[in-house]
């Protein structure tokens, strides 16, 4: 079945850097885009960051455009989100998501703390 499963979360100060990855498995990985969303205390999950099936297209949410950086290894079936100049508006927990035709899959997230 599919899997997808982040890691590389943590605490980290303001103004530093974190690389969150997401292992899949269960379906074609280079077939499909992928996706990173984050989901803060009280608020919507927002959707961060898009990369085609190929890695050859991103696209950025406003908040997060020239900080963060979403690639793929399809090799690894492995999609990665790096973030850079962190701010404590970045808390939030990071989903990787993969629509699958009609299906959309998460993985189980991880918590991301911007804190001094």
């Known amino acids: 079945q599919v899997q997808l499963v982040e890691s590389g979360g943590g605490l980290v100060q303001p103004g530093g850097s974190l690389t969150l990855s997401c292992a899949t498995s269960?379906?074609?990985?280079?077939?499909?885009?992928m996706r990173w969303y984050r989901q803060a205390p009280g608020k919507e999950r927002e959707l961060v960051a898009t990369?085609?099936?190929?890695?050859?297209?991103?696209n950025y949410a406003d908040s997060v455009k020239g900080r963060f950086t979403i690639s793929r290894d399809n090799s690894k079936n492995t999609v990665y989100l790096h973030m850079t100049s962190l701010k404590p508006e970045d808390t939030a927990v990071y989903y990787c998501?993969?629509?699958?035709?009609?299906?959309?899959?998460w993985g189980q997230g991880t918590q991301v703390t911007v804190s001094s």
């Open positions: 998501n993969a629509a699958i035709n009609v299906y959309a899959y």
């Open positions: 269960g379906f074609t990985f280079s077939r499909y885009a």
């Open positions: 990369i085609t099936n190929t890695g050859g297209s991103t």
